[in-house]
């Protein structure tokens, strides 16, 4: 069983910046791979960013260059720096604990946090 805790969310100016924090427990972190998703209102949850077991990173293009994805397995956490938000990011921001597949493709399993909301705007 993994649990999963979000922080670091709130509200935020279009240019700045937040940085998101996401705190495992009950299980062998290192051995999973984490993304980041979110959900904006009216919308589907989308990946945005997801990193492997070896710290190799995917990013969705909406993001790229903007946010970067890293972890800590002696912390058993994943963070999301974002900076130079605009207004389409706000979205609520959840954790996920999944793996990868020989051909590279994500798979989130069922391992989720509560969500943590970001709001950009002026």
């Known amino acids: 069983q993994v649990q999963l805790v979000e922080s670091g969310g709130g509200w935020v100016q279009p240019g700045g910046s937040l940085r998101l924090s996401c705190a495992a427990s009950?299980?062998?972190?290192?051995?999973?791979?984490m993304a980041w998703y979110r959900q904006a209102p009216g919308k589907q949850r989308e990946l945005v960013t997801r990193i492997r077991s070896d710290g190799s990173t995917n990013y969705a293009d909406s993001v790229k260059g903007r946010f970067t994805i890293s972890r800590d397995n002696a912390k058993n956490t994943v963070y999301l720096q974002m900076n130079t938000l605009k207004p389409e990011d706000t979205a609520v921001y959840y954790c996920?604990?999944?793996?990868?597949?020989?051909?590279?493709?994500?798979?989130?399993?069922?391992?989720w946090g509560q969500g943590t909301q970001v709001t950009v705007s002026s």
């Open positions: 009950g299980t062998i972190f290192s051995i999973y791979a």
């Open positions: 996920n604990a999944g793996r990868d597949t020989s051909s590279g493709h994500y798979v989130p399993l069922n391992y």
